[in-house]
């Protein structure tokens, strides 16, 4: 089962910050996750909210604040928040990335930075999950990249399993669901049709026994480090 460290190592560390994600290299997990979002300015910004008022000292939209102004913000233990370009660079080749496309706008431009980190030689495809709750963001990042995984996230399990899992003009590698709407049923059928399961925010290692009895591919947690040391 993969670990996944989420929003980096997030339990022990300011999430999507640099320093979350370099614990989470270190803690040995096959990948960790992250979210972007598009600033005021154009750039590709690793945040969760849409609002910076949570994980920083500041206050506002972060569609509305430009990317000095995000920059000038404490994410926590003095950390800044990060350009998705800035994780690549620290991470480099040395894990898996899975990306989630938070904010509608940041496809077309994850997909050119990770083309162009791939060409560079300094990451393959193949260490790329990009994921969204947004399937529209998703159709577009096709658009631009045809070779990295994708994956749909869903925050409840469908009433109709089939209307979900027929979606095949995303060409899915993965569903990523939420613990609390996971059953031994959709995994399954997920199998069945040739997809991975991921779950998410798996914190507890006794749901993590749990998952893995019900033959669950992969587990975000922010807490990488107590997993991989099982
Ligand atoms: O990618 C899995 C998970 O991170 C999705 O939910 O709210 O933590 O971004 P959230
Ligand atoms: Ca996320």
Redesign the pocket.
């Known amino acids: 089962m993969l670990i996944i460290g989420?929003?980096g190592s997030a339990g022990t560390s300011p999430e999507n910050t640099l320093k979350s994600f370099e614990e989470a290299v270190l803690s040995g997990a096959d990948a960790f996750?992250l979210?972007v979002q598009v600033c005021k300015t154009g750039e590709l910004v690793v945040i969760?909210d849409r609002w910076v008022d949570r994980t920083t000292n500041g206050h506002g939209l972060v569609l509305n604040l430009s990317f000095s102004e995000l920059r000038s913000l404490d994410a926590g233990d003095g950390e800044k928040i990060p350009t998705l370009e800035e994780v690549f660079e620290l991470t480099a080749n040395r894990v898996e990335i899975?990306v989630?496309l938070?904010s509608a706008g940041t496809s077309q431009k994850a997909a050119e930075l990770i083309n162009r980190f791939v060409a560079d030689g300094k990451y393959t495809f193949d260490r790329f999950l990009v994921?969204s709750f947004n399937q529209n963001e998703l159709l577009n990042f096709r658009k631009y990249n045809k070779k990295c995984r994708i994956a749909a996230?869903m925050a409840h399990t469908p009433v109709n399993y089939a209307d979900c899992l027929d979606r095949s003009t995303l060409d899915l590698w993965s569903l990523?669901l939420?613990i609390d709407n996971t059953n031994p049923e959709f995994v399954m059928s997920a199998h069945k049709k040739g997809y991975r399961f991921l779950v998410?925010?798996v914190n507890d290692l006794e749901d993590r026994e749990l998952l893995r009895e019900m033959g669950v591919d992969g587990v975000?947690t922010n807490f990488p480090n107590n997993f991989v040391a099982l």
């Open positions: 989420h929003r996750e979210d969760h899975h989630e938070k994921s996230l990523n939420d998410y925010t975000f």
